[in-house]
């Protein structure tokens, strides 16, 4: 049997141009984490509804990552502050500072204690500078903003490397045109271009349909749940739970598992994880903020393992990156908080959850370091 070569090519392109097309309808018309329909009014129902059950729960509320949005959820807290005095933006290594939370024997976990009266905490999954940008933009919007603002610094905060933070798409471009917008800035992250290119990726994504697909067959698997009662120094006994403040704790399987092997990061390797341009913006963000606000900056410590020399890039990083935000905060009188290095703060082995995640107890220790 003789193959039609050219026939055969051209039902392949048609065959994957169908599939192409269908990813990208259900991707864009279901929009389960509201990537570009913001005003998607089911993802706003359900995270909103969401939002007021965790406030007013006692325990807090599961949150699965894949059902809900982190950074749609945490909207709802940033633009509804309860009065705070300081709010935490950063990624999920500060999902643990809060400024309420005990355990079951009654003892204190809150931090901070000496910086903050009170805690909101707007952590999201791997957080980068847009976030910075766009959480900022939301608490300006908000009544009764906190008095003060502190920035987790992660070794790659200063690069881009996920799609999740265009859910702010549209906050991080308003906030950025309120800083720049009488010096005609040109970076390449900033066009029209660029966000269109980003859209693009994300419409095709096939984790994207992923998620898409499992909400529009299982909507009612989408609703809050309320935790029972656990011991959050211990963690979940399910799934990730955030608790009325904006704070949260994991599952307890991965705090038993206490994995503390480093494994190289591949938003530091190959020398990616910093670009001076957007640190730059970064220190204009500080001093428009400095007007109104009291503005810190925080690192959070990594586990001892991280310092090995068997992990030269990652060390570098965590090096040069400690290095530059304590020239920022001294550049521009501002307080640091906290260091990468464990030592620095006597934080031990046994308090932390694994490579990257510092325990309640080590989170405590946190202090000024300028």
Request: one cysteine or more.
């Amino acid at each position: 049997m003789i193959i039609d070569t050219k026939k055969y090519i051209i039902s392949v392109v048609i065959f994957l141009s169908i599939l192409l097309i269908f990813l990208a309808t259900t991707n864009y018309y279901i929009d389960p984490l509201s990537l570009f329909n913001k005003e998607n009014k089911s993802s706003t129902s359900k995270t909103k509804l969401f939002y007021e059950k965790t406030i007013n729960s006692k325990y807090g509320v599961y949150l699965d990552e894949k059902k809900f949005s982190f950074r749609e959820v945490k909207k709802f807290f940033a633009l509804n502050n309860q009065k705070k005095e300081c709010a935490i933006i950063g990624s999920s290594v500060v999902d643990m500072i809060n400024g309420s939370v005990t355990n079951n024997l009654g003892e204190d976990l809150s931090n901070l204690k000496d910086q903050c009266s009170s805690v909101l905490n707007l952590s999201v999954p791997q957080s980068v500078y847009e976030d910075y940008f766009a959480f900022t933009y939301l608490l300006l919007q908000n009544p009764n903003p906190p008095k003060k603002i502190i920035f987790n610094i992660d070794p790659h905060s200063f690069t881009k490397y996920n799609y999740l933070w265009d859910y702010f798409s549209n906050e991080y471009y308003a906030m950025y045109n309120l800083i720049f917008s009488d010096n005609n800035n040109q970076s390449y992250f900033f066009t029209e271009k660029n966000k269109l290119k980003r859209n693009l990726e994300n419409i095709l994504s096939f984790e994207y349909f992923l998620i898409s697909i499992k909400q529009f067959f299982f909507k009612n698997e989408f609703l809050p749940e309320e935790a029972e009662y656990f011991n959050p120094s211990k963690g979940s006994d399910k799934i990730h739970v955030i608790f009325s403040d904006g704070s949260g704790v994991t599952e307890r399987k991965l705090i038993e598992k206490k994995n503390f092997n480093v494994t190289e990061d591949f938003r530091i390797v190959n020398g990616k994880y910093f670009q001076e341009k957007t640190f730059q913006d970064f220190e204009k963000l500080i001093l428009y903020l400095k007007k109104n606000f009291e503005v810190m900056l925080l690192l959070v410590p990594r586990h001892v393992n991280n310092f090995s020399t068997k992990h030269t890039e990652t060390l570098n990083a965590l090096n040069f990156i400690e290095n530059k935000v304590y020239n920022l905060s001294k550049k521009n009188n501002i307080t640091l908080l906290g260091s990468y290095n464990p030592n620095k703060l006597n934080c031990k082995n046994d308090e932390f959850i694994n490579y990257l995640y510092a325990k309640y107890s080590c989170l405590k220790k946190i202090k000024e370091m300028n």
